[in-house]
T-cell receptor, first 115, second 111 residues
């Protein structure tokens, strides 16, 4: 089991550019979460999907952020246009069916720096 | 919105000492999870507690869920440098639709 795979591990971009973060959940997991972590705000839930359907996107900071899950094995988080305040570590996590209350498996994260 | 608070925020101890960190809320959770996060990596699930008053042990780590399911504690016996990391608690509400993380306790165990 390769775990939750995120790419890229590091991304440096200029303000105003589009950024796309990618996630491959563990096979068979039907919940997928996108979190953002900063020193000031800790881990914040941005959006989560169940069976590829977005369930709650109330954590998405603004319209510049969008997320998709076209199939059970792939999800993207896009920021357009990016701003310096978007700099953070973005994590993807997934959970087995019926076990979402029992915890998730996180990827290693994408460290985004917007200059 | 359900919130989780953790204390202390930072803890630095010597190898071999015991410690307890706390996770508190004014809300009831259906379950609480504890994670440990090391630099440059994602959080790793340590344990989930679901029943009020439940106690779980994982080697030198003891986890307890409060009777009212509003708080939890993590006790480490004879801490080792390998225990160093950020300890996060996370909870889900009774509907399984509110997932929140506490701010974490950053533990440093000095050799």
């Amino acid at each position: 089991d390769a775990g939750v795979i995120q790419s890229p591990r590091h991304e440096v971009t200029e303000m105003g550019q589009e950024v796309t973060l990618r996630c491959k959940p563990i096979s068979g997991h039907d919940y997928l979460f996108w979190y953002r972590q900063t020193m000031m705000r800790g881990l914040e839930l941005l959006i989560y999907f169940n069976n590829n359907v977005p369930i709650d996107d109330s954590g998405m900071p603004e319209d510049r952020f969008s997320a998709k899950m076209p199939n059970a094995s792939f999800s993207t988080l896009k920021i357009q246009p990016s701003e310096p305040r978007d700099s953070a570590v973005y994590f993807c996590a997934s959970s087995l069916p019926g076990t979402v209350n029992y915890g998730y498996t996180f990827g290693s994260g994408t460290r985004l720096t917007v200059v | 919105t359900q919130l989780l608070e953790q204390s202390p925020q930072f803890l630095s101890i010597q190898e071999g000492e015991n410690l307890t960190v706390y996770c508190n809320s004014s809300s009831v959770f259906s379950s609480l999870q504890w994670y440990r996060q090391e630099p440059g990596e994602g959080p790793v699930l340590l344990v989930t507690v679901v029943t009020g008053g439940e106690v779980k042990k994982l080697k030198r780590l003891t986890f307890q869920f409060g009777d009212a399911r509003k708080d939890s504690s993590l006790h480490i016996t004879a801490a080792q440098p390998g225990d160093t990391g950020l300890y996060l608690c996370a909870g889900t509400d009774n509907y399984g639709q509110n997932f929140v993380f506490g701010p974490g306790t950053r533990l440093s165990v000095l050799p």
